[in-house]
């Protein structure tokens, strides 16, 4: 077994895993991993060849042979033991995601433990993978389901939350009979390697789970691989369009999560200090860097009264290095990132939105090199607005106002995403209304980020998802298994043949 890919004592450089090795790559380019708070060196992610991902897919493709065979609760048991590794190691996984990501430690555990809960779920694969039967549907003849496995399936996974995603897909996927190549993002790929060597550890089989580093070049050899049936993802609009039109022009499966622009409405009657505090949460967690943030707050009648305590609540906020307790959020992934929000922030005040508190020179002692933007809030904005219409994916509130619920609603249907949103309320009538009429694939009823436990799915819609079947929960085991119908007839001296049925009636 090999070392920790994360702490290997040869080198910087980590290795891929293929047919059940820690191979070092034999590619000519490799891809620094930086910590975004000091700009270090972390390690070095290979450029996978084509010749190594053939050998990987390859290596999936033979052992679904074998492992679509072995008994599901020998499996579950499999699972059950993967799920007590990643509690034993939790802390550890959180370190080293904390380090990579930029995250702080608390808020990298939280990443770690949101996927050990979907492994969870794969524990109770045997029940999730029963079919369904039927017995005399004609005179002497059964009807019954099969709930099978697809074959070699795999998942493109982003920087944002380096082990809950990628722990979104393989689990369930393999636990359902599947083999997996993970192609996990290239900007932290020492959390993925890690949740692979404990999965190894747990005892299954060395070539049921692949992973392979790298960037298109490596997507699209999955996306066009004829041995790949199912294609998971995701990552932001223009990309999500690319992975699904190819996946899908393949003739793949394909789910594919893109962005977000989530809306929280205010009402007046909310507790304030509660929604406030909920409010600044989603918005600046994370440093904005989630898809389920609520970058957007709707506020209703009285409650654009509260402009000024939101602003007092995010100037309470600072972010910090990882392992700083004190700190709010981390830096930005990269430094391409930071300056990207910073130019949208630039286009807010040139179009007319109001600056309540602007993070643009934000500075952390003893990190000057660190990718920081501080908790920026907007007031008065308004759909058109770059600041609306494009997701920031950082630390920026924008805030708009509206009249009446119904007003409230009408702005949010018309916006093209449809990830997430919440309400904050004391009526139950106000809740019902928003509930029923928002168009909105997950809705929070002062719950700031809906993002659902993994017994149901993940249900974003509209622009924010391209796809029939969402992640985790039910509709992840029907997006990695097919069906099977057997319909079957025994014959005895109580039914001799009459001659041949020459129509479509069961007789």
Request: net charge negative.
């Amino acid at each position: 077994m090999a070392t920790n890919p994360a702490t290997r004592p040869e080198g910087k450089r980590i290795p891929h895993l293929i047919a059940g090795e820690w191979r070092q790559s034999s590619c000519d380019s490799w891809i620094d991993v930086t910590d975004p708070a000091t700009q270090d060196v972390l390690c070095q992610a290979p450029n996978t060849t084509p010749d190594e991902m053939e050998q990987a897919i390859a290596s999936a493709k033979a052992a679904f042979k074998t492992w679509k065979d072995v008994p599901t609760p020998e499996r579950a048991r499999m699972m059950l033991r993967y799920q007590a590794l990643l509690k034993e190691h939790h802390d550890e996984l959180g370190e080293i995601l904390a380090k990579e990501t930029g995250k702080t430690f608390a808020d990298a555990k939280g990443d770690v433990w949101r996927g050990i809960e979907v492994v969870e779920q794969a524990c109770n694969i045997s029940t999730s993978m029963m079919g369904e039967a039927a017995e005399q549907i004609a005179n002497g003849i059964d009807t019954r389901t099969i709930t099978e496995p697809l074959g070699v399936c795999t998942a493109i996974t982003p920087f944002n939350f380096p082990a809950m995603i990628p722990l979104w897909f393989f689990p369930l996927a393999i636990a359902c009979g599947n083999t997996f190549v993970l192609k996990p993002s290239e900007q932290d790929p020492m959390t993925p390697n890690r949740l692979a060597e404990l999965f190894l550890e747990a005892g299954f089989p060395p070539d049921v789970l692949q992973v392979v580093h790298g960037g298109k070049e490596q997507v699209d050899v999955l996306l066009a691989h004829e041995d790949v049936k199912a294609v998971s993802f995701v990552g932001s609009v223009p990309v999500a369009h690319y992975i699904y039109r190819t996946a899908t022009q393949n003739l793949k499966r394909c789910q594919a999560f893109a962005g977000a622009k989530n809306h929280m409405v205010v009402m007046p009657d909310a507790p304030k200090q509660q929604t406030i505090d909920n409010l600044v949460g989603s918005a600046v967690g994370a440093a904005g860097q989630r898809c389920m943030a609520n970058s957007v707050a709707v506020l209703v009648g009285e409650a654009r009264e509260w402009i000024p305590d939101i602003k007092a609540a995010m100037e309470g906020v600072k972010p910090g290095r990882w392992d700083d307790e004190n700190a709010g959020y981390g830096a930005q992934i990269n430094k391409a990132a930071a300056q990207r929000i910073k130019d949208l922030i630039g286009k807010g005040v040139d179009e007319g939105a109001t600056l309540e508190l602007d993070g643009r020179d934000c500075t952390v002692e003893g990190y000057p090199d660190g990718n920081w933007v501080g908790p920026t809030l907007f007031s008065g904005v308004k759909p058109g607005q770059t600041v609306y219409d494009q997701e920031i994916f950082g630390p920026v509130l924008s805030l708009v106002d509206a009249g009446s619920l119904e007003e409230a609603i009408a702005i949010i249907n018309s916006n093209p995403y449809g990830n997430g949103t919440s309400i904050f309320t004391s009526s139950g009538a106000a809740a019902r209304k928003y509930s029923h009429e928002i168009e909105v694939g997950q809705v929070g009823v002062n719950i700031p980020i809906p993002v659902p436990v993994p017994f149901f799915s993940f249900t974003g819609g509209k622009a924010s998802f391209y796809g029939d079947l969402h992640a985790y929960g039910k509709q992840a085991i029907k997006f990695f298994t097919e069906t099977k119908t057997v319909i079957s007839r025994w014959f005895d001296d109580d039914h001799l043949p009459t001659g041949p049925n020459l129509t479509i009636n069961m007789k």
